[in-house]
């Protein structure tokens, strides 16, 4: 290969890594005076160097929209029945989501729960998400969707948008739901808030996933507190997943999105246990609660 164009593979391999889309204007002017010398030098002639550029640069059709449904089929954190979540009482009222979730662009740099691991769908789970969301896509309209990401062509182009199929709230508090009872503790609604021992609501402030070689998404919620008997507090968790843009098929822009929900609800449960008050300590306290404060 020509040394010119190892160069250029070098920085498509760079723009593959590529997370921001702030670079975007500047990767897409090295790769149009990339796109002519690559088919001009590429030693098979044209219609094989259009193949490879379509192999680095393609994304799919980026004309058409992308649609997810956004459902879990089950708990997504180990069962961890040692820690104070067991017989807890807590509260969930729920998640609002702010007027536009693609923007402005959070400030915050995500955090990574120390020893998280993400949970993919089991084959059945897959089966039933995809028929799910047919159905869910086939009687559901327009004034349903919520915008939540961005398909680009090959150059970094907004060509088409990501929607999702159902509330981007409601998916946040269904699933933290799953998540807190697989840790031992009692969720109540509203109803039941005078019996708890913490509420525990929130505003999704930024719910995006993204499409640039790869796909990456990021989650934002506005996440408050309030203890029995103690006074409220705030906390602002971003978490972020991604995954390999293979052909920018409806799962693949899901997962991302999966990978940044279960990464909220470990941070959720550290930030329950930091608003508790502190019982006795043991020596399996003490332990547990070193390992969560890593992540402070």
């Known amino acids: 290969m020509k040394p010119e164009i190892q160069v250029e593979w070098n920085i498509i391999a760079r723009v593959r890594r590529c997370r921001a889309p702030a670079t975007l204007p500047a990767i897409r002017e090295r790769v149009e005076a990339f796109v002519p010398r690559f088919v001009r030098n590429f ?36 069962p961890q029945p040692d820690r104070r979540l067991k017989n807890t009482t807590i509260c969930l009222k729920g998640f609002t989501c702010a007027p536009n979730l693609m923007s402005p662009d959070p400030k915050t740099e995500p955090e990574q729960p120390p020893g998280f691991t993400f949970t993919p769908f089991t084959s059945e ?37 990501v929607y999702a199929l159902n509330d981007p709230g409601t998916w946040l508090a269904n699933t933290l739901k799953s998540d807190l009872e697989s840790q031992g503790a009692k969720v109540v609604d509203a109803s039941q808030s005078g019996t708890a021992d913490i509420s525990i609501s929130g505003t999704l402030q930024f719910c995006r996933v993204d499409i640039y070689m790869k796909i990456w998404g990021d989650l934002v919620v506005d996440l408050e507190l ?37 990464k909220f609800s470990w941070l959720v449960m550290r930030e329950i246990l930091k608003a508790l008050p502190t019982p006795t300590p043991s020596v399996s306290a003490v332990s547990r609660e070193a390992a969560w404060a890593e992540s402070d």
């Open 226 to 262: 309030q203890p029995k008997d103690r006074p409220a507090s705030h906390a602002l968790l971003h978490t972020e997943g991604g995954t390999v843009a293979w052909v920018g098929a409806t799962s693949e822009f899901y997962k991302p999105l999966r990978e940044c929900r279960q």
């Open 125 to 161: 789970q897959s089966q039933t998400w995809t028929q799910e969301f047919k159905a869910a896509k086939k009687a559901s309209t327009k004034a349903d969707w919520r915008e939540i990401g961005n398909v680009r062509n090959g150059f970094g182009m907004v060509m088409s948008h």
């Open 43 to 78: 030693r098979c002639g044209p219609p094989l160097a259009a193949l490879a550029l379509v192999a680095v640069l393609g994304t799919g059709c980026a004309t058409n929209g992308r649609y997810v449904l956004l459902k879990e089929y089950g708990p997504s954190v180990p």
